[in-house]
């Protein structure tokens, strides 16, 4: 039904728009006249890199080392990209294709865009992360062996694909499919109440598949989208253990010393949703643009828990030991969502705009959850969830943009955000089964663009808000946000850039006293002479703070304290690259530098990384290179986590 109002929305403008073509079409039989001359164009071009990595064995901590670099030895395919054209254009007329990081490495892509004129544009994309997160400080640096309570050795693949069908005429149908799963090892936390957790292994497995397809209408004055699609959704997670482990608690509770000696856990979550898209812009006069976007879904989920752990427990509701647990529940879910966005961008005249933007964004949750757990000694528990959740967000904004002069630009408007949430209280909720929340918020907007002479560029935004209601203790509340950037173009081989942010964000309701700022400053040099031929030089410096104070209650006896975190950091970076004398028209390449972190603060941290690297061309179409990197970090408070090495790479590049 959506669909079939979308298309009688723009049935008019596309008969007027055909309408308006039918006088500029050629006569019929009239064909266009192809070029005679043969494609000068070699059908293949591109280069493959591949080459062999070393790695010295890494001193210090090598799990902190896989969480922040994690690159492994062997051979590798370090770069492919070539182009293809079919001279006989059968299945296609150019390919393209590339891929790095092959061979192991934690980040590896592949990327096909293959199209046929006016018959096809196809475009293939896929993606494999490594994601390995065991850092030993976390979440709990004084536990007897200092483990991990989250720890993931885990890949994820991305595939994206899209199909567009007549590419450049004016009816476009389309279909597309994305698929982001992932798998692997980790270790998470598993606890009874608040009064211990205990690190367990886990098997971690996701996969999410996204369905689409459409038809786009692309005119002079308008373009319309209308698209039907639907997700698929599941996660079964896995824990098993039979060590024992005292969990996080290293003292007595009541009296008990706690234990977990087995568990056996296991999730399963299913969902799938519908959902349908309509897009229009339209530019019905010359100073005039509309645009609007409607996007209805209903996803449903099922959840499926189970475990079964032995050991010595305590309930914290009863003060009552038991030694065994077994847990069963399930529930379901459904949310129709509806989100909308309409704007215009009107131009009264030649140095004025006007933009004007609304969107709004409900959903609500129906959902039910039963949970029954058995102790051993036998007690048995049955709890009913209900679960509710309405959250309705809406926010208009309307800017200006004047051009004072031929140098100056200066923009202005106003945003204004509102909305209301109803979601489950928690725990120690004293106003109720649910809790309401606001949310209403003013906001200024202003900025500029400066041209004082040709060379130099400066741009300015400020942002300051004022709000009455808003939904958690550390959202934008009271806050002003400014940024400037500035590109100073010395010559055609010289340029500057600066640039400067600040947040500064406030919520002084008692309890919450929460006093947040963000800081950062950067310059930056490029230099390039006679094009980058014989020298090129970077260089780039960054300063940043952050400061954030907050109000909590510490467990168990919600005493009041102060969480605090500062860090103030200096992060840089510098590379030149140096043509080396020639030889028979080839030039070798001598490049050097490295980047560099240190900080101080709640967590001083320094991480250093210099490099250095060369290549020397065999021929027009071979180079031989190497590079060297040193990789060394290290933490002043957690001394067991800093970590160095060296890692070196040689390859060959071959070229068509």
């Not at 270790?187 to 292994?201: C, K, Q, R």
Request: aromatic share 14%.
């Amino acid at each position: 039904m959506r669909l079939l109002v979308a298309v009688l929305i723009a049935a008019p403008l596309l008969a007027q728009e055909q309408a308006a073509q039918s006088t500029t079409q050629p006569a019929a039989g009239a064909t266009a006249t192809e070029s005679p001359a043969p494609s000068t164009e070699p059908w293949l071009t591109g280069s493959v890199d591949f080459g062999y990595r070393w790695r010295t064995d890494v001193g210090g901590n090598f799990q902190t080392y896989r969480s922040v670099i994690n690159l492994g030895q062997g051979p590798k395919l370090l770069g492919l990209d070539f182009t293809f054209q079919d001279p006989k254009k059968r299945w296609f007329d150019r390919l393209d294709a590339n891929a790095y990081g092959w061979g192991g490495d934690p980040y590896s892509t592949a990327h096909v865009d293959a199209r046929k004129l006016k018959i096809y544009d196809f475009r293939f994309d896929y993606r494999n992360i490594a994601y390995f997160n065991e850092l030993p400080s976390f979440a709990n640096p004084f536990a007897p062996a200092g483990f991990n309570q989250q720890a993931f050795d885990i890949h994820r693949r991305m595939i994206n694909s899209s199909l567009d069908l007549f590419p450049g005429g004016h009816i476009i149908p389309y279909l597309a499919f994305d698929r982001n799963a992932g798998y692997g090892h980790g270790i998470d936390a598993w606890s009874v109440d608040a009064s211990n957790a205990y690190a367990v292994p886990t098997l971690l497995r996701d996969s999410t598949e996204n369905y689409r397809g459409g038809v786009r209408f692309e005119y002079n004055h308008f373009h319309v989208t209308l698209e039907q699609g639907g997700t698929t959704f599941k996660d079964d997670d896995q824990a098993y253990t039979n060590q024992p482990t005292g969990g996080d608690r290293t003292t007595p509770l009541f009296g008990q010393t706690l234990l977990l000696n087995s568990l056996v856990q296991a999730y399963a979550i299913r969902g799938t949703s519908i959902y349908e898209r309509a897009l229009l812009t339209a530019t019905p006069a010359s100073w005039l643009t509309l645009s609007g976007q409607f996007l209805y879904s209903q996803p449903k989920t099922d959840v499926h828990y189970t475990d079964a752990a032995t050991g010595n427990f305590v309930a914290l509701a009863s003060l009552l030991p038991f030694t065994g647990l077994t847990d069963l529940a399930t529930g379901s879910a459904k949310q129709p969502h509806v989100t909308g966005n309409a704007g215009f961008e009107m131009r009264p005249f030649r140095k004025l705009r006007i933009v004007e933007s609304w969107m709004t964004d409900r959903y609500h949750d129906a959902s039910f959850g039963l949970l029954v757990a058995q102790f051993v000694p036998a007690t048995t528990q049955q709890t009913a969830l209900p679960e509710e959740q309405v959250v309705n967000y809406n926010q208009q904004e309307i800017d200006a943009i004047y051009d004072l002069t031929s140098k100056i630009t200066v923009r202005g408007g106003w945003r204004y955000v509102w909305g209301d949430a109803t979601v489950n209280a928690g725990i120690l909720s004293q106003t109720g089964t649910f809790a309401t929340g606001q949310l209403r918020r003013n906001v200024g907007l202003a900025g500029a663009t400066i041209l004082p002479w040709q060379k130099l560029r400066i741009n300015v935004d400020y942002e300051g808000a004022l709000s009455d209601d808003v939904y958690f203790r550390n959202s934008l509340n009271d806050y002003n946000k400014m940024r400037a950037r500035a590109k100073y173009q010395a010559s055609t081989s010289l340029s500057f850039t600066a640039n400067f942010a600040l947040l500064d964000n406030q919520n002084p309701a008692t309890g919450v006293n929460y006093d947040f700022r963000a800081r950062t400053n950067s310059v930056a040099v490029y230099w390039t002479p006679n094009n980058g031929k014989r020298i090129s030089v970077t260089a780039e410096y960054n300063r940043s703070t952050v400061r954030s104070d907050i109000d909590y209650l510490n467990l168990p006896f919600l005493n009041p304290a102060v969480s605090s975190y500062r860090d103030n950091a200096h992060t840089a970076s510098s590379q030149i690259d140096i043509a080396l004398p020639g030889y028979y028209g080839l030039t070798p390449k001598l490049t050097a530098g490295g980047s560099l972190f240190v900080s101080s603060g709640s967590r001083p941290t320094q991480f250093y990384e210099p490099l250095g690297r060369l290549s020397i061309p065999f021929s027009k179409k071979v180079t031989w290179y190497t590079e060297w990197r040193w990789y060394g970090m290290g933490e002043q408070f957690y001394l067991y986590e800093g970590f160095r090495t060296h890692v070196f790479v040689t390859g060959l590049r071959l070229s068509r």
